[in-house]
């Protein structure tokens, strides 16, 4: 069978890229030029509210609840505030400095260089569909060497709509020039991804390591060597 007509798109964020690694580094340094490192107690106490705050803001965001501004420097505000840091100069210079130098970071999820590469060699198409900003997820692409592997990086703020809904489903179809049947859809997030390609007529592959998740899909993986024999085993039933 030929592969060529079909197509695989990725989640960025935790599916290919690793998020959760890179913001450590990229926090720690920020932490250090800031020299605020005794004002927060220790790094594991600061990240593990920022994690929380974090998260919060990005759900706000998904739903249009708040704006890309607020989402950029609410997290590190909400966070500081925890250990009474109020500065406005520090807030918005963590802001900052976070969208310069998290995207530099190259740490990848263990696998899935490889299972990209090979997807690509074996002839399907391979686009992205993300909910981060522009401005950023195309760095990360070309800064850890994978941006020639994807014809199409779909962002979210792009149409104003955020993955699960549909509409950003359609109009990544439509970009990449393809039909749903023809098209599967790989990411961590069950509801953003699978929920949102699943009700939008494509196939989904669930990233799930370490089963962190409680909700069990048909085609699951927990590690990204996993991929390449999941993508071809559904493209052939």
């Known amino acids: 069978m030929s592969f060529s007509t079909k197509h695989v798109f990725f989640d960025l964020d935790r599916t290919i890229w690793d998020f959760d690694k890179n913001s450590v580094v990229a926090l720690k340094q920020i932490i250090e030029e800031e020299k605020i490192l005794q004002l927060i107690k220790d790094f ?16 706000a965001y ?3 609840q708040i704006s890309k501004e607020d989402l950029r420097y609410a997290r590190f505000e909400n966070s500081l505030i925890k250990f009474a840091i109020q500065d406005k100069q520090i807030i918005k210079r963590f802001g900052d400095a976070y969208v310069q130098l998290s995207p530099l970071q190259k740490h990848l999820i263990p696998g899935v260089s490889e299972a990209i590469r090979e997807l690509k060699e074996i002839g399907f198409q391979l686009h992205i569909i993300t909910n981060g ?5 195309v760095v990360k692409l070309k800064n850890c060497g994978l941006d020639s592997f994807f014809d199409a990086v779909i962002c979210s703020e792009e149409i104003g709509f955020n993955k699960p809904h549909p509409e950003i489903f359609h109009y990544a179809l439509s970009r990449a020039m393809t039909k749903a049947e023809n098209s599967v ?19 989904a592959i669930f990233f799930n390591p370490n089963g962190r998740n409680s909700y069990k899909y048909e085609h699951e993986i927990i590690h990204m060597k996993e991929l390449v024999p999941k993508v071809i085993s559904i493209f052939n039933s």
């Open 44 to 59: 594991d106490s600061f990240y593990a509210v920022y994690k929380v705050e974090n998260a919060k803001l990005w759900e």
């Open 62 to 64: 998904g739903k249009g």
């Open 133 to 137: 900003f522009r401005e950023v997820q």
């Open 185 to 203: 859809m790989i990411g961590d997030d069950y509801h953003a991804d699978i929920h949102g390609a699943s009700q939008s007529g494509m196939k």
